[in-house]
């Protein structure tokens, strides 16, 4: 479904990404794990067309991406964090998207009824806190029934209750056979989620394997030590 | 017996030089003017009646009256000198003269008076004639109460209005001039008056002076001419009371006065011209009392002019008061109204207790470097001007009214 | 992209700086006008406004907007949205909220007190120059991230067009006081779009004659109806060149 050809993108001195492939397919869901400013967010970014890569290409359902802009309307993406115009109340940014991004599909509002965002419809953007924000994120993402979700951090500053809604959500997805694509630094909450594991380093693909052929490589049941495992590798 | 025959010798010769009166017309002795003017002499009046009258040139040789009854209309079918004077003591009055001659060697007219004196031309109408009225050696002689106007658009083949020649003593009063290169048009005139006339849209000068001493012009308009008006090279002029509008264009003037001393313009109004008064190598000049509003420059004084008294003058909504272009200042401004001074006046004399500097910096600037003219009202002319008023550098120190007023003069 | 349009105008209608530019305006439009017993004077105090405060309120606001909305902007792209009519809604959003308060604030009065022809030119320059002055400002946004940065460079860039320029002008005309300069001069004024609209604005004052030989130059030029035309392309180009730049820029700009 996503196709990536050794794409790197240079910001200055910084290698954000370097020579990057990866191939993604339906049904998949796919972690992206990696230190921070491995390049995770960058790739991200690239794929959703907001970052411009250096060399390379991304293919998405078999068609370069490069200055085209309807294949987003399959993707639903929630950002790291979410920034919404100050001035806009909940239930105006949520009509607003609906209004742009309008495409005859039946809206899927399972998100904002399960966090009770409508009883907040009124407040300001500005006024929200972290948590909140990334509530409306989450369903935003999720609102369109979109055939890729990109969530980064998804759960980071959500509380436990609503972090689980997520997963179930997230679950129910990939059911539906859904591209689903995470990062996270909690890799604890993946193991019930993932089918796959991308790990980076440095703006490098350091592996892209399943989660079965990891856990057969590592020995280990629990993705946090599997990965650990590997890293100490690395190292070693 | 001897004394018998003077009498009646004396008798005869009364009863011969009284005037008679012949009259022209269709249903007349006399059908044409030239066959009255052949049986007139001296002293006769010839009443013409109305009717179009093709008499190639009338020339006067007697000293008669010429009297039109309703406007009698002279056609020169472009061709011809419609009246030659010739005679001293002549009258034209009340005749309508068209269609004149055009020729770029002899300076055609309407009327033209030959080296005479005591002519009198009245109330008549020029329409479409190369000169108008034209006077060459005419001496106390009076043009009034004419009507003139030509439709020429070129400079070169146009003639002027009212065209004096080395005379003395004219009266030009209450004329009408439009249309002609230079309305009235002075060479070599002397002791000479120029009142209540109304000169405007000529192509050149409303009123063009040169070589002209202790003339006067006095209650005139001078409206909407090619160049405004032009006085040069004389002495002795006094200017009162006249008119100066509208008269806007590339190089155009309320006045232009070039080499002129010891004149007086005094009570005059100049109202939206380029430069209201232009002067250059102007000497003992008197200027007071007239109002100066909405021109572009109300006053352009060249550096080589002198003893010029500006005083008691208003100067409202000009764009610029007072241009200039050398740092010699031999002229003396004092007790004007000046609506952009900005000074105050503590002991409620009337007086402003600060001097004020008509010429601004930009000014100078656009005097030097006419192509400065392209930033006019920019930012960064407005504010070189507020600067140079602070701290003054480029304007000359002593150009300045020391005693402004506070309230303008009734005027 | 008329529903971005329509999101971006409404926004800026909620900003109050908007409304205040607006009644600002009027104020100083209306009072201008019943201050100055002479319209004429009036429209002189105002063509200062125009040359002057419109350039530099449009150049800021747009620049402050186009920073206060980075948010806004990125969560656009990562939408099934073309950037080029993210960009240009922002832009048309900007210039058509700026004009109605230029429109309201100058226009309004202007038609009220001194309706003729040169009003009618002071009020299409002061739209063009708010409009050309915004697709600046939003060049100028894409050339740093740095809010406090980018404000500057247009503040600079608003003195660069409003008074260094002329200095620049006013500096050539002495040095090059010995040669005929007034066709240059003509040629030069294309390169500021707030000496054009200020010329075009004085020759229909009707003071072209005070400008003496080079004001026939001027007037030969600008007051035909070619070089009317001309002029008014050259503003076109003023507001079509920075909009294109800026949309290629965007384009390849990372979020």
């Given at each position: ?236 | ?377 920019s930012f ?32 | ?49 125009i040359l002057i405060?419109?350039p ?73 120059l708010?409009?050309i002055f ?24 608003w003195?660069?067009f409003s008074?260094?320029f002329d ?25 500021n779009p707030i000496d054009l609209g200020r ?57």
């Amino acid at each position: 479904m996503i196709t990536i050809d050794n794409i790197s993108k240079q910001f200055g001195k910084l290698k954000a990404l370097d020579g990057v492939s990866v191939m993604c397919d339906a049904a998949q869901s796919v972690a992206l794990i990696g230190p921070n400013g491995s390049g995770k967010t960058t790739l991200i970014k690239c794929i959703l067309g907001m970052v411009v890569p250096d060399s390379g290409n991304i293919l998405f359902n078999e068609k370069n991406i490069t200055n085209e802009w309807k294949y987003r309307e399959q993707i639903g993406y929630m950002p790291q964090i979410g920034r919404y115009p100050d001035n806009m109340t909940i239930g105006q940014v949520i009509d607003m998207m609906k209004d742009i991004r309008y495409n005859n599909i039946a809206f899927d509002e399972t998100l904002i009824e399960a966090f009770s965002l409508k009883n907040m419809y009124h407040k300001r953007m500005r006024t929200l806190s972290g948590g909140t924000r990334q509530k409306v994120s989450a369903s935003l993402a999720f609102l369109f029934n979109p055939q890729v979700l990109i969530l980064d951090e998804p759960t980071a500053g959500l509380d436990p209750v609503a972090s689980e809604i997520l997963k179930e959500k997230i679950i129910d997805e990939k059911k539906k056979g859904k591209l689903v694509l995470i990062t996270s630094h909690i890799l604890s909450e993946l193991d019930d989620l993932i089918t796959e594991v991308i790990y980076m380093q440095e703006g490098k693909l350091m592996f892209h394997k399943s989660l079965h052929q990891l856990h057969v490589d590592t020995g280990e049941i629990k993705l946090s030590k599997a990965i650990a495992k590997v890293m100490l590798n690395k190292v070693a | 017996m001897k004394s018998v025959v003077h009498v009646i010798i004396l008798t005869f010769l009364f009863f011969s030089t009284n005037a008679t009166t012949i009259r022209v017309g269709n249903h007349q002795l006399f059908h044409t003017i030239n066959s009255a003017l052949l049986a007139a002499s001296d002293r006769d009046t010839i009443l013409v009646e109305k009717n179009v009258y093709f008499e190639k040139n009338i020339e006067i040789t007697k000293q008669i009256i010429l009297k039109g009854i309703d406007y009698p209309v002279l056609d020169g079918e472009h061709t011809y000198e419609i009246i030659s004077i010739k005679a001293d003591n002549v009258v034209v009055d009340g005749f309508k003269l068209q269609h004149s001659g055009v020729s770029s060697l002899v300076d055609i007219a309407g009327i033209k008076i030959y080296n005479k004196h005591n002519t009198q031309i009245i109330n008549n109408i020029l329409d479409d004639t190369f000169f108008g009225i034209y006077s060459q050696y005419g001496i106390n002689c009076i043009i009034r109460n004419n009507s003139l106007n030509a439709h020429r658009t070129e400079e070169q083949q146009s003639g002027n209005g009212i065209h004096c020649w080395k005379s003395d003593s004219m009266q030009i009063i209450g004329n009408t001039i439009s249309g002609h290169r230079d309305g009235i048009y002075f060479e070599f005139v002397t002791h000479s008056i120029i009142w209540r006339n109304y000169s405007f849209k000529n192509l050149r000068y409303g009123l063009h002076f040169m070589f002209s001493n202790d003339d006067a012009y006095v209650t005139n308009r001078f409206e909407n001419n090619g160049s405004g008006v032009s006085v040069m090279y004389s002495h002795g002029v006094k200017m009162f009371n006249n008119y100066f509008k509208e008269n806007w264009g590339d190089a155009a003037y309320g006045i232009l006065l070039k080499e002129i001393s010891d004149s007086y313009i005094q009570g005059n109004h100049f109202e939206k011209n380029t430069s209201g008064i232009y002067m250059e190598g102007a000497v003992r000049i008197d200027v007071t009392r007239n109002t100066f509003k909405n021109n572009g420059w109300a006053l352009k004084i060249q550096a080589s002019c002198m003893d010029i008294d500006l005083h008691e003058n208003n100067f409202i909504g000009n764009t610029f008061d007072v241009g200039t272009n050398g740092s010699l200042v031999l002229n003396k401004f004092d007790k004007n109204f000046w609506d952009k001074y900005e000074g105050y006046d503590l002991n409620k004399d009337k007086i402003g207790d600060v001097p004020y500097r008509p010429v601004s910096m930009y000014s100078m600037i656009v005097e030097k470097y006419p192509s400065a003219m392209m930033l006019f009202r920019s930012f960064i002319t407005s504010l070189m001007d507020k600067t140079e008023k602070v701290i003054p550098s480029l304007t000359p120190e002593n150009l300045k009214d020391n005693s402004p007023l506070m309230k303008p003069l009734p005027l | 992209m008329k529903k971005i349009i329509k999101y971006v105008i409404t926004d800026i209608l909620r900003n109050k700086i908007v409304l205040a530019y607006t009644i600002f305006l009027l104020a100083i439009s209306f009072s201008v006008f019943s201050l100055e017993d002479n319209p004429t004077k009036g429209m002189l105090s105002l063509l200062n406004i125009i040359l002057i405060v419109i350039p530099l309120i449009s150049i800021i606001f747009s620049a402050i907007y186009i920073y206060n909305s980075a948010e806004f902007i990125e969560l656009l792209v990562s939408q099934p949205l073309k950037r080029k009519s993210i960009w240009l809604s922002l832009f048309v959003g900007l210039s058509s909220s700026l004009s109605i308060a230029f429109l309201v604030g100058t226009a309004l009065p202007v038609i009220i007190y001194a309706f003729s022809i040169t009003g009618l030119v002071m009020i299409v320059i002061g739209l063009l120059l708010t409009i050309i002055f915004i697709a600046i400002a939003m060049l100028a946004t894409l050339f740093t991230r740095d809010k406090a940065k980018g404000i500057g460079i247009t503040i600079l860039l608003w003195l660069y067009f409003s008074l260094l320029f002329d200095g620049l002008v006013l500096f050539l005309l002495f040095q090059f006081a010995d040669y005929p300069v007034e066709k240059i001069m003509v040629v030069i004024s294309a390169f500021n779009p707030i000496d054009l609209g200020r010329i075009l604005i004085l020759l229909k004052m009707d003071i072209s004659a005070l400008m003496g030989y080079t004001g026939a130059i001027f007037k030969n030029f600008f007051g035909t109806n070619l070089g009317l035309i001309i002029s008014f392309i050259i503003m076109l180009l003023w507001i079509a060149i920075p909009v294109w730049l800026s949309v290629t820029k965007f384009h390849k700009k990372d979020l």
